[in-house]
């Protein structure tokens, strides 16, 4: 049932201006790869571990290997096919030993041509495939043991997030908050790792405000909800972030370690790492074919546009992100059940009518995408330090998104922008969520905002700013509406950021077996 009574012709519109200011965009992520990419496709063929012997540092055997072809024979042709002739060439049994071998000099990689590139392509398409049945015996996997313990009992799913810098401290956190009540464990990445351009290999300890992304940590915080899910009696889902410069290898290490939700916007990286665009949206497809395949759902960023731009004035913003996140989304496979596309409550509470306009931005998201998992996100930017304050806020948020029906909230902190929360504040986070849900019940169903009221008026006059946006954007070109500063006041030129000297131009006669049996959906 709508409360807002959108104008479907208006609705398709929009969505049909999204796909048009997207397309151009979609074309050049299909005509391009980066090293990330290429990384990630060998990370499916199976190759771990890094050279820990570098005097700069330990170097991940795929970004060694990677790199060699790329000075020997380019990248234009992807890595697969001069991979897995030198593997064939060098009778080597591994990739490992073929990395081992690489770092010590002793391969040149070339493009083969006739029946040793058709040799290596059947080779590499057999190693890959067989990453990806274990990402889909992860799935399946998920899908047993949340028939086992079954899945929260509500909506919305309480999302909490960890960020101790130590995998061990944050499973400790992590296991309390689901005894607690949370049903999402979110695991937060230590400060910079977005602009790293590998992934660190191993268990870590030593983050700054988060702990890293590596498979180890990804397979130790499932392994330890998934004893939560068993004592508690719901499935705990987990989540990371497939963003930044590794964003493609991140998606592929979620998939095989059975993560189940991964943040992954199409602009985040652009607007606040200053990454390169083109590299971002070349990633971000890859990254998303990977999680249609692993069953993931994806949370997109919306909600940052909010922290730099103002809520009301760039509300439309927000929407028309979400209508690009979409069309992304679906273009690379993803369907609306995995489709975590995020907003967030973060008007100042001294506006007058706050939190009917929240409501208006709230319903609006979930009329216009009824059947998607929305992310909706606490307030931070006006957070004072005040404790007493941000409890309340926190708990009109809360109170918003029973009114409006949202699937995933984001459990919110009184002491944000003070301090990194004690396991106590969470505690108490947690508390303020139970108690709006358990007072509040089925409220939603006796939420009917008056037809001529502000809330509607308001759903109305954002979502016709969100189509004059498309518009324009449409006209000028998506990137052009990046680099002018369109989404949170951040401009991006296509041409800039960090990152862009990763992405390369497909050849005639590109290779990668992964996007095949991505795009086939293929198990051999």
């Known amino acids: 049932m709508t409360l807002l009574d959108l104008d479907p012709r208006v609705v398709a519109t929009a969505r049909d201006l999204a796909a048009r200011a997207a397309a151009p965009v979609v074309g050049i992520a299909r005509a391009h790869t980066t090293v990330a990419v290429e990384r990630a496709t060998l990370r499916l063929a199976g190759i771990t571990g890094a050279d820990t012997t570098h005097r700069a540092g330990d170097v991940p055997w795929v970004n060694r290997v990677v790199d060699t072809v790329r000075e020997h024979c380019g990248l234009e042709h992807g890595v697969a096919l001069p991979v897995f002739h030198a593997l064939r060439a060098h009778d080597l049994g591994s990739l490992t030993e073929l990395a081992e071998a690489t770092a010590a000099g002793q391969i040149t990689y070339r493009v083969p041509e006739g029946r040793d590139a058709t040799r290596a392509a059947k080779a590499a398409r057999t190693a890959i495939a067989r990453g990806l049945r274990t990402v889909d015996r992860n799935r399946a996997q998920r899908d047993k043991l949340v028939a086992k313990y079954g899945d929260p009992p509500r909506r919305p799913w309480i999302y909490l997030i960890v960020a101790t810098g130590d995998i061990d401290e944050d499973v400790v956190q992590a296991a309390n908050a689901a005894r607690a009540g949370a049903d999402i464990i979110a695991v937060i990445r230590s400060t910079g790792q977005s602009l790293l351009d590998y992934v660190p290999e191993g268990a870590t300890h030593h983050g700054f405000a988060g702990t890293y992304a590596t498979q180890e ?308």
Request: with cysteine.
């Open 217 to 524: 940590n990804f397979r130790i915080m499932r392994a330890a909800m998934d004893e939560v899910s068993k004592e508690v009696g719901r499935y705990i889902r987990v989540t990371n972030y497939a963003s930044g410069l590794c964003m493609p290898e991140i998606a592929v290490l979620a998939g095989l370690q059975r993560l189940d939700m991964m943040l992954n916007d199409s602009m985040y990286g652009i607007l606040f790492r200053d990454i390169n665009p083109i590299r971002t949206f070349v990633d971000q497809r890859f990254s998303r074919q990977v999680h249609a395949r692993a069953g993931i759902i994806i949370n997109t960023g919306e909600d940052n546009y909010l922290t730099t731009d103002d809520a009301v004035d760039a509300a439309h913003t927000v929407t028309v992100s979400q209508l690009l996140n979409e069309h992304f989304a679906h273009e690379a496979g993803l369907p609306d059940e995995l489709l975590g596309l995020g907003h967030a409550f973060e008007i100042n509470p001294k506006v007058p009518d706050s939190f009917r306009l929240e409501l208006a931005h709230a319903l609006l998201a979930r009329e216009l995408f009824p059947d998607a998992p929305l992310k909706w996100m606490p307030p931070t930017k006006h957070m004072t330090g005040n404790v007493f304050d941000g409890y309340l806020l926190d708990g009109f948020f809360n109170l918003a998104g029973v009114l409006t029906g949202q699937s995933i909230l984001l459990v919110g902190m009184m002491t944000e922008a003070v301090v990194t929360p004690f396991l106590s504040d969470r505690d108490l986070a947690l508390a303020n969520v139970r108690y709006v849900l358990d007072a509040a019940g089925s409220l939603r169903e006796d939420f009917r905002p008056a037809p001529d009221g502000l809330i509607v008026k308001r759903a109305h006059q954002v979502l016709g700013e969100a189509v004059d946006l498309l518009g324009r954007i449409v006209d000028e070109g998506l990137l052009e509406a990046i680099a002018k500063g369109t989404f949170g006041l951040m401009k991006r030129p296509a041409d800039a950021g960090k990152g862009a000297d990763g992405v390369i131009a497909k050849a005639d006669g590109y290779t990668n077996p992964a996007t095949d049996l991505l795009d086939e959906g293929a198990t051999a």
